[in-house]
């Protein structure tokens, strides 16, 4: 099974910061890996799709990074309306789970 | 533009069974794997198992084996999934996810469907 760890599970930060989430995966997914945003009592959205290609419509302040093991999801300049629960997602190997623990992200 | 409707809420006994739905419209159905998708309360995303529309084959994660089927009708452009033996760990929202071009880049979501098993 391919298991997923996220850091940190949630964080508190300022309007305008740098936001960095990291996902790690227990074995070698290449870059298959998707981030998903998950705002409250909505389903997720799609933002990050093969570790680095934003998803159309996605706002430039969101990137990702990373192949292999690590990844690292941004958000270059924090906005209230980033507000919400963060979630990679390998599909390397479905069939052993898929989704990382989620990163809680709130407006310090 | 691409949908997916969900069926309404459901409560059930424990020992019953649900079966959620999945409209699909705005695309050709049967391009487009559709993948369910599990969130108790408060907890994270469970991928639960994956239809091909067009030629009905599944997967499903190991967990759900034997206690989850999914199919889909072509005619409706409609994609289910029934849950047998509920128990109340069982009470979440469940959601359909439009597979991108079979990478399981899953780019389009129902609204969701909160299953509550009490007794």
């Known amino acids: 099974d391919i298991q997923m760890t996220q850091s940190p599970s949630s964080l508190s930060a300022s309007v305008g910061d740098r936001v960095t989430i990291t996902c790690q995966a227990s074995?070698?997914?290449?870059?298959?890996l998707n981030w998903y945003q998950q705002k409250p009592g909505k389903a997720p959205k799609l933002l990050i799709y093969?570790?680095?290609n934003l998803e159309t419509g996605v706002p430039s302040r969101f990137s990702g990074s990373g192949s292999g093991t690590d990844f690292t999801f941004a958000i270059s300049s924090l906005q209230p309306e980033d507000i919400a629960t963060y979630y990679c997602?390998?599909?390397?190997?479905?069939?052993?789970?898929?989704f990382g623990p989620g990163t809680k992200v709130d407006i310090k | 533009q691409v949908q997916l409707v969900q069926s309404g809420a459901e409560v059930k006994k424990p020992g019953a069974s649900v079966k959620v739905s999945c409209k699909a419209s705005?695309?050709?159905?049967?391009?487009?794997?559709m993948h369910w998708v599990r969130q108790a309360p408060g907890q994270g995303l469970e991928w639960m198992g994956i239809?091909?529309?067009?030629?009905?084959?599944?997967s499903y994660a190991q967990k759900f084996q034997g206690r989850v089927t999914m199919t889909r009708d072509t005619f409706t452009s409609t994609v289910y999934m029934e849950m047998s033996s509920l128990r109340s760990e069982d009470t979440a929202v469940y959601y359909c996810?439009?597979?991108?071009?079979?990478?399981?880049?899953?780019?389009?979501w129902g609204q969701g469907t909160l299953v509550t098993v009490s007794s």
């Open positions: 997602q390998q599909y390397d190997n479905l069939l052993s789970g898929g």
């Open positions: 093969d570790a680095s």
């Open positions: 239809i091909n529309p067009s030629g009905s084959s599944t």
């Open positions: 705005g695309y050709t159905f049967t391009n487009y794997y």
């Open positions: 996810a439009r597979d991108r071009s079979s990478t399981s880049i899953l780019d389009y």
């Open positions: 074995q070698d997914i290449s870059n298959y």
